[in-house]
Every structure is written in structure tokens, then in C-alpha cells.
């Protein structure tokens, strides 16, 4: 089983950029696919990137993609979301996750908020 703690999140203006982290406790980091996802207020939580094992193969949602970069350091157990020209409806609860098969996740952090304003 493995832990995840997010952390990065905060209040910025659109336009600006932040770096999310995710910390992964336990062992065997390396094989777990990892994804952020988010949720909005009164919005169903939604995929926002993925990557695989090695880090090597990306894939976005459309409303990120050339604005968000994931990556991650399997020897440092974290996993990344670098988000640039961030826009308001960006706003919501960040979430990592992780899981053993791509595209899903039985793993989840608690969550960090990202508000964007105009």
C-alpha cells in the first residue's frame, strides 16, 4: 500500500504558475501508475494528467494540455504537476493517485486547494 501526500497548492493570480508535489510513502514507488485529478465546488472530481512507470508517456485532459506538465522522480517518491497560465476556472481541490494498472487509482492523497483569481 502506498501513502500520498500533495502539497504546492495556494491563491494566485490567472496568469501565474505553481508546482504541485505529491510525496509517496512506502515502497516500490516505481510501480505505481500516477494521476492528478481535481474537483471543483458543485463539480464532479476529473482528470486532469497521467503518467506512466517510468515517467516517459504523458496524457492530458484537453482543458490542460500545453499548460500542465506531470512528471515524476522515482528516487524521490514524488510525483509533479507544473501548472503555468493558470486560469480561474483552474480553481478546485488537487488530488494525487496511484494504482498498480493505468488508469486506476484505488490510492488517493487528502487534497490541495488551488484558487485562481481573475
Known amino acids: 500500500q502506498v501513502q500520498l501526500v500533495e502539497s504546492g497548492g495556494g491563491l494566485v493570480q490567472a496568469g501565474d504558475s505553481l508546482r504541485l508535489s505529491c510525496a509517496a510513502s512506502?515502497?516500490?514507488?516505481?510501480?505505481?501508475?500516477m494521476g492528478w485529478f481535481r474537483q471543483a465546488p458543485g463539480k464532479e472530481r476529473e482528470f486532469v494528467a497521467r503518467?506512466?512507470?517510468?515517467?516517459?508517456?504523458?496524457y492530458y485532459a484537453e482543458s490542460v494540455k500545453g499548460r500542465f506538465t506531470i512528471s515524476r522522480d522515482n528516487a524521490k517518491n514524488t510525483v509533479y504537476l507544473q501548472m503555468n497560465s493558470l486560469k480561474p476556472e483552474d480553481t478546485a481541490v488537487y488530488y494525487c493517485a496511484a494504482g498498480h494498472k493505468p488508469s486506476e487509482y484505488p490510492y488517493w492523497g487528502q487534497g490541495t486547494q488551488v484558487t485562481v483569481s481573475s
Open positions: 503518467v506512466t512507470l517510468s515517467g516517459v508517456s504523458t
Open positions: 512506502g515502497r516500490s514507488f516505481g510501480s505505481y501508475y
